[in-house]
T-cell receptor, first 108, second 118 residues
C-alpha cells in the first residue's frame, strides 16, 4: 500500500524564521514525490517535485530514500507563504496519493 | 492556456438524491483524475482515466458512484443515491504524459465542486 504522512496539521512560524514541513512516505518501489500548495481561495497547484531538484519561491525539498522522507524547507518564511501544503506520492501508472496537509501560518 | 473547468461550483442536495459533476480538462491532457476532499483531509483519488479508459478506480464506491469519459475529453462523476458522508469538495485534475523515461507530469486542478448533503 502507498501512504503519505504529514504529521503536523498546523504549523506557525514567525516571519523570517526557518520553516520545515514534514512528509514521510511508504512505498516499496521507486517513488516520485511532490509538494502541492493551496493559497486562500485559490486552486491546488504544484509547488515543486523532487525529480527536478529545483527551488521554487525559496522552498526546497530533498528526497531521502533511507528515511523515506521528503521534507519541505525554506530558510526565511514570508507572510505570503501562509497556505495549505500537501505532500503527494506518485507511483507507477501516474497514480497520486496525497497526505492530509499542513496548514502553515506565517506570523508577521 | 485555459485551466481545468468544473461545474457546478456548489451543490446542495438531500440524502438519497442524485447529483452529477462535470469536468473539462486542459486541451490535450490524456489523463484525468477525480478526487474527493473531505474537510480537514487531503484529496483522495476516486478514479483516474487515461483517455477514455479507466486506469484506477479502486477507491471509488461503485455501489453509488460512477464516472465516465466517453470521448476521452470531458468527464462526469455521478453519485446516486447520495449519503451525508459524501459531503466534500470534488476535485478534477488533468495531466499530460511524457513517455520519455516514464516521467509523470504535474496535475492541474480545477476549482472544485463543493457538495453538501443534508
Amino acid at each position: 500500500a502507498q501512504r503519505v504522512t504529514q504529521p503536523e496539521k498546523l504549523l506557525s512560524v514567525f516571519k523570517g524564521a526557518p520553516v520545515e514541513l514534514k512528509c514521510n512516505y511508504s512505498y516499496s518501489g521507486s517513488p516520485e514525490l511532490f509538494w502541492y500548495v493551496q493559497y486562500s481561495r485559490q486552486r491546488l497547484q504544484l509547488l515543486l517535485r523532487h525529480i527536478s531538484r529545483e527551488s521554487i519561491k525559496g522552498f526546497t525539498a530533498d528526497l531521502n530514500k533511507g528515511e523515506t522522507s521528503f521534507h519541505l524547507k525554506k530558510p526565511f518564511a514570508q507572510e505570503e507563504d501562509s497556505a495549505m501544503y500537501y505532500c503527494a506520492l506518485s507511483v507507477t501508472g501516474n497514480q497520486f496519493y496525497f497526505g492530509t496537509g499542513t496548514s502553515l501560518t506565517v506570523i508577521p | 492556456e485555459a485551466g481545468v473547468a468544473q461545474s457546478p461550483r456548489y451543490k446542495i442536495i438531500e440524502k438519497r438524491q442524485s447529483v452529477a459533476f462535470w469536468c473539462n480538462p486542459i486541451s490535450g491532457h490524456a489523463t484525468l483524475y477525480w478526487y474527493q476532499q473531505i474537510l480537514g483531509q487531503g484529496p483522495k483519488l476516486l478514479i483516474q482515466f487515461q483517455n477514455n479508459g479507466v486506469v484506477d478506480d479502486s477507491q471509488l464506491p461503485k455501489d453509488r458512484f460512477s464516472a465516465e469519459r466517453l470521448k476521452g475529453v470531458d468527464s462526469t462523476l455521478k453519485i446516486q443515491p447520495a449519503k451525508l458522508e459524501d459531503s466534500a469538495v470534488y476535485l478534477c485534475a488533468s495531466s499530460s504524459i511524457n513517455r520519455d523515461r516514464g516521467r509523470r507530469y504535474e496535475q492541474y486542478f480545477g476549482p472544485g465542486t463543493r457538495l453538501t448533503v443534508t
